[in-house]
């Protein structure tokens, strides 16, 4: 059997606040680039669905409602549903927020036939929570997946085992988990739009067109489906992407929210108590294409900075030839952290500093439990957390030159005095001396301090004489002082 609640976060909203009964509701964040979670089925009369930006849904119905999303909610009511189901089996499998299979093979005798029993539980759950759900059963837990979405909402849909031939010959293989536009596009090359075509093509040629993939394919077709529900089991994955709030094509900055992110799934992982050996990132572009990467790496890691060094490492094989609209990272194959390790003999060199970085991480976790999110971050974040008010109200922006300093330059004493000037204004980076005796620099802080060293640069070093001062615009870096490079 599989559940599936009927527009969980705008049911939920829907149900607290009676304005918005029966009215078109999004669950939504109030960004002007926000989109929508999830559209009450009013909201869905009017095209309005997941993941659509909501000013496309406004323009769809111009008396939506949107209501802030409240995760916190979401997740309680969840767990409430998650006991519910509970009741009538011993094997039921959560699988997201809104959503479990439940193995009821046996409860028959307890509480009826299958039909029966998903009656019941939707019972349960309306009386319990004033809350609606779609229920499939079907003798393949695949299947079920699809049967529940088949009569949604409130429906019960029941696929049985003399059903099923029928069911699977028509079934459009978009429906099945896993199928994304990859895999659509190859079938789409084979003329393959229903598992029934599927069963055309044997389990050898699938496989050499779409790997393990096709595989698992041409096995459904014939209905075989091996998985069976599974309890007990860790989740199988954290993510954490965010939508910018302008469209971006700087590396700097997107490794920057790609940090946040890392960090942040690795904040999720320690509250869980656990590790993870699988990292992966989602980069969406401003046109909705979107493209993943992930790995798998040998290592059972936890600390942000883990995350981030594989995130960052993947996001390097991503063509930046487009803006980027969202940044996910996310993590798989977890353990719990106590799970036994195989130790190495000889500890890797990068040992220590994983577990060092792991110990600044459980600190600041426990200064955010503590004192609230934000309190800590690492310096390459500090201005996206604090954003500091300059004089005016205005947003106070890091600005990052680098400047190539040439004419008659004293080597030692010009950098001694750059390094002096740099830090009598505050601005951060660095001065070094080129092969061909010129100098370069690095000058970051406020744009005034910024023009305050180039400024300097041209008479500041007395002993010296420049000629010329050519200035480049970079993106800002993590530089924490200003410092002789050599
Ligand atoms: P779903 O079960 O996919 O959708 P739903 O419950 O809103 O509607 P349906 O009746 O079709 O099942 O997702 C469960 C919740 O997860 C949903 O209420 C909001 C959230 N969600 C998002 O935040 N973003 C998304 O893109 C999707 C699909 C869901
Ligand atoms: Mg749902
Ligand atoms: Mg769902």
Request: proline share 5%; aromatic share 6%.
């Amino acid at each position: 059997m599989h559940i599936d609640m009927d527009a969980f976060f705008a049911s939920v909203e829907q149900r607290d606040n009676p304005a918005l009964k029966n009215k078109p509701v999004v669950v939504c964040g109030n960004s002007p680039r926000a989109v929508v979670s999830t559209a009450s089925y009013e909201a869905r009369q009017f095209g309005i669905h997941s993941a659509m930006p909501l000013f496309q849904a406004r323009q769809r119905c111009s008396h939506l409602m949107v209501v802030p999303g409240n995760m916190k909610k979401y997740a309680k009511e969840s767990k409430k549903i998650m006991a519910i189901i509970s009741q009538f089996s011993p094997l039921v499998e959560p699988v997201s927020i809104d959503e479990a299979y439940a193995d009821i093979t046996g409860c028959e005798t307890l509480f009826g036939p299958p039909r029966t029993i998903a009656m019941k539980i939707k019972q349960a759950i309306l009386t319990q929570l004033s809350l609606t759900c779609s229920i499939g059963i079907a003798p393949k837990k695949f299947l079920a997946k699809i049967a529940s979405d088949m009569n949604k909402p409130d429906g019960i849909t029941h696929i049985s085992r003399e059903q099923m031939p029928g069911v699977l010959k028509d079934l459009p293989i978009e429906k099945i988990s896993g199928v994304g536009t990859h895999a659509m596009k190859q079938m789409g090359v084979l003329n393959i739009r229903t598992l029934g075509d599927v069963q055309r093509f044997d389990a050898q040629f699938l496989s050499r067109k779409m790997g393990k993939f096709g595989l698992r394919l041409c096995a459904l077709s014939h209905g075989i489906d091996d998985t069976c529900v599974q309890t007990g089991t860790l989740r199988k994955s954290i993510s954490s992407e965010t939508t910018l709030p302008s469209d971006i094509s700087d590396f700097q900055a997107a490794r920057e929210v790609l940090l946040a992110r890392s960090r942040r799934v690795g904040r999720d992982l320690r509250k869980k108590n656990l590790v993870c050996s699988s990292v992966s990132i989602k980069i969406k572009f401003f046109d909705f294409t979107q493209t993943t990467k992930s790995r798998k790496i040998p290592d059972r890691i936890c600390s942000g900075e883990a995350i981030f060094h594989h995130a960052l490492s993947l996001f390097t094989q991503v063509s930046l030839k487009k803006k980027i609209r969202l940044i996910g990272v996310g993590v798989s194959h977890l353990q719990s952290a106590d799970a036994p390790v195989q130790m190495e003999l000889i500890q890797p060199p990068d040992h220590k500093t994983k577990k060092q970085w792991e110990s600044v991480d459980r600190a600041v976790d426990s200064i955010f439990e503590k004192f609230g999110r934000d309190m800590v971050a690492p310096a390459v974040l500090k201005p996206l957390i604090e954003k500091p008010l300059a004089k005016g109200g205005k947003m106070s922006q890091t600005q990052c030159k680098k400047v190539l300093i040439s004419g008659k330059v004293q080597g030692v004493f010009f950098r001694m005095e750059t390094l002096k000037a740099a830090q009598k204004i505050g601005v951060t980076g660095y001065v070094k001396n080129r092969a061909n005796g010129s100098v370069e620099a690095v000058f970051q802080g406020t744009p005034d301090q910024v023009a305050r060293m180039e400024k300097w640069c041209h008479t500041g070093a007395p002993a010296s004489r420049v000629d010329q001062v050519v200035t480049e615009d970079m993106p800002p870096s993590d530089y924490n002082t200003f410092e002789i490079r050599y």
